[in-house]
């Protein structure tokens, strides 16, 4: 029989302070939209999310006593609302644009608010109810064995409370130099966007070779907050790909060749009609940007084979983790419940949610799944079959991902890996069925998505449960913040979502009617994720790109490096993951300079360095986010348009001198954050 570690919390059972407060509420819920719009808006753009938790809970002190007067458990509660939003939007962006790249559009149809609204909610609610019985086994019981880091640091941060101003002061600071950063950038254009250094298709040697950096505050933010090693795995995959891929097949295969594989992904509708990627000529049977053509008609299609073999070998490589976590609690349920029925001797700090609670929430998600027509199928069988998938999957790898971060922290959880297993045992079940075919793909995805969310955010769960075990919160406060947060988070979400899949004028007129799965939001797990259940359910894959790609994964898999991080990197642009890696370099010699000088941080997580770092990543991210918000009127882009001084500049200092003249920019960011990391 399992005994509880002994335990004294920082707010001893025996107090009650103000906790489930309104004020601590709605201040949680604004931070879940604000974190939610921005973690939507990074994910589309790089495939990554960053834990929004620690950062709240930095901004929660910092408000709570200034204006607010909150308590520590107010604080708590705060953070614990506010952390749904970047879970949610996480499991969101990461599989529901997927709708946008089923066979014949058969899944535009589902990409709509209503249906995103309607998964995110359900998704969540699955993810938070899972975890009402394992808080017992996985938070208390293993106390010892599972840190759960984020959570243990967002602890240290609120239990500092006297600490908090200083704590904010580095993060408001990144988030000033962002919004200015990002002023400059996206409306006055007085710093490129993208500058980019390649070779001509015509060389020789070395044709269409490109090197490129999307030099934005939050890509530095986040490399420095990953650090050296990830960025560098992610950024070698771009490497491979636009310095070494790119230019072997820009040498060997002719333009028309190249026109007809985009005309097959549904890229070019002939080979008579000019445009799209790489801009095609059909007069001269050339691009004007070889590279692009290539990117979009190869090199994606290997991306999606080697993203897929690197979440699945991260899979496996979990299995015994798995199984035991399973097991364990599983029993732990038990343990659970049994203890449940002393309610009324329990002390405040051990009152979970009634498991009935589990049971009967349970049971409606079900007879909602098969009543609302967001759900897809063509019968109440399949509708429940649905159902019943997403309840099963749900309990299991609710608790994979929740035994996994207490390990390895949220933001290394391989949810992607989950979801793929996922959305395989989905289409084996249809298939078992007899249901295969295009119709059944949205059906697929929808599972698929609603167990990402919910993986998502059991994870995100886990750690505000453990912050709570430390600083001594009610669990059933908790419990409810998380409903409130995950319903919330999920209106703004699904919105943000759509908004910024509206086509800005520039994209109009290029016939690009979505402008997620464009160049601007190219939405690489969405895209992996309808790859797979298209391949999965109608075997039309080209399955030697996608071969040569799992090979590749399983080829830097058994050399040590990360295959999931490398097959990020091989799938997205280098203009993405080049700037990543940037803020990994400052990381690296932040940390090399510490430790030589004797003054190594005790917490890195509530370091200058990844605070500054994290206001660079919320400052940009927002600020990205307000210039699509603002871009949608075409009155309000025109007067955008009208600020810019890119003309002027590139007429003084030319091109090359202009995109320099970023680069001088990029580089005094990271100067910046060098040396606020560094100051004592």
Known sequence: MLTEPTHKPFIP??????????KAIITGSVFGVLFGAATVYLSLKAGLSVSASIPIAVLAISLGRRFLNTTILENNIIQTTGSAGESIASGVVFTMPGFLFLTDGIGTDFFNYWTILTLSILGGLVGVLMMIPLRRSLIVQEHGTLPYPEGTACASV???GERGGDFAKTAYQGLGVALLYAFLQKVLHVIAEVPVWATRQTNRYFPSAQVAGEITPEYLGVGYIIGFRISAVLVGGGILAWLGL??????????DTIALQLQKLGYLTDLQTAGGPGGWNPQTHTFSDTAAAIYRAYIRQIGAGAVTAGGFMTLLKTIPTIVSSFRQSFSGVGSGSTTSNRATTLARTEQDLSVRVVIIGSAILIALMVVLPQIPGDSVLTKLLIAVLVIVFGFFFVTVASRIVGLIGSSSSPVSGMTIATIMGTALVFIGFGLTGNLYEPAVLVVGSMICVAAANAGATSQDLKTGYLVGATPRYQQLALFIGVIVSSLVVGATVKILDTPTPDLVAQG?????GSDKFPAPQGTLMATLIKGLLSFNLDWQFVLVGTFTAFVFELVGVSALAFAVGLYL?????????????????VDWNAKRSGTVDEDPDLGKGNLFATGLVAGGALAGVAVALLSVNDTIFNSLAGLTLEPALTGVLGEGGYLLLGALAFVGLALLLGRVATKR
């Open 573 to 589: 642009p280098l203009s993405t993951t080049l700037p990543i890696f940037a803020g990994g370099l400052v990381k690296a010699i």
């Open 158 to 160: 609120l239990m500092a």
């Open 13 to 22: 059972a025996s107090e009650s302070p103000a906790e489930f407060t309104l």
């Open 512 to 516: 690009i009617t979505h402008a997620i």
């Open 246 to 255: 790119i230019p072997l097949l820009a040498s060997v295969v002719p333009g």
